[in-house]
T-cell receptor, first 113, second 115 residues
Framework: GENVEQHPSTLSVQEGDSAVIKCTYSDSASNYFPWYKQELGKGPQLIIDIRSNVGEKKDQRIAVTLNKTAKHFSLHITETQPEDSAVYFCAASVPGGYSTLTFGKGTMLLVSP | EPEVTQTPSHQVTQMGQEVILRCVPISNHLYFYWYRQILGQKVEFLVSFYNNEISEKSEIFDDQFSVERPDGSNFTLKIRSTKLEDSAMYFC?????????????FGDGTRLSIL
């Protein structure tokens, strides 16, 4: 089955810096890659997703890039703010009706003012 | 914005007891999921449900687990005889379309503590 590796496990940045979180996946058939943000005591909240027919997607300060050949995708957060502090999970799913998500282990992002 | 709601937020149960976790998916969604997150670990898939039957389940979802959609709005996860290792956050998720890769929306979870 699919395996998703995520790194780093923790990331500390200063406010205003950029943050990059990287994930690799094992199943070349995977074609959907969402990113979730999980704040303390909350469920995962979708922040951005990308499908395999595009290489990059951007939404304000957040962008995701996908390299299908290398089977890796990355989350980029620019101009980080303290409220960006949370655990970020990448995930992947293969085509098909049920679209089960396989998650990475998560990255704890800490943005210091 | 519509959201997935889960109750209770925290459930404490003695080992061996039955527990039912409840979820109300987003109203026009057709696919429902349960995931589990053991403290400090990744979110793991348990089961998906569509058209009143299980679509897919993981090896974690053994005979002690069952899911049900008892009415038009609720989606439940039952654990018949809880074990210590069932202690985790349980997340419900739902998705709108039955085919293709569309976003899954998660609830805030139920923290299950087995004593």
């Amino acid at each position: 089955g699919e395996n998703v590796e995520q790194h780093p496990s923790t990331l500390s940045v200063q406010e205003g810096d950029s943050a990059v979180i990287k994930c690799t996946y094992s199943d070349s058939a995977s074609n959907y890659f969402p990113w979730y943000k999980q704040e303390l005591g909350k469920g995962p909240q979708l922040i951005i997703d990308i499908r395999s027919n595009v290489g990059e997607k951007k939404d304000q300060r957040i962008a995701v890039t996908l390299n299908k050949t290398a089977k890796h995708f990355s989350l980029h957060i620019t101009e980080t703010q303290p409220e960006d502090s949370a655990v970020y999970f990448c995930a992947a799913s293969v085509p098909g009706g049920y679209s089960t998500l396989t998650f990475g282990k998560g990255t704890m992002l800490l943005v210091s003012p | 914005e519509p959201e997935v709601t889960q109750t209770p937020s925290h459930q404490v149960t003695q080992m061996g007891q039955e527990v039912i976790l409840r979820c109300v998916p987003i109203s026009n969604h057709l696919y429902f999921y349960w995931y589990r997150q053991i403290l400090g670990q990744k979110v793991e898939f348990l089961v998906s449900f569509y058209n009143n039957e299980i679509s897919e389940k993981s090896e974690i979802f053994d005979d002690q687990f069952s899911v049900e959609r008892p009415d038009g709005s609720n989606f439940t996860l039952k654990i018949r005889s809880t074990k210590l290792e069932d202690s985790a956050m349980y997340f419900c998720a739902s998705r709108e379309y039955p085919t293709g890769n569309q976003p899954q929306h998660f609830g805030d979870g139920t923290r299950l503590s087995i004593l």
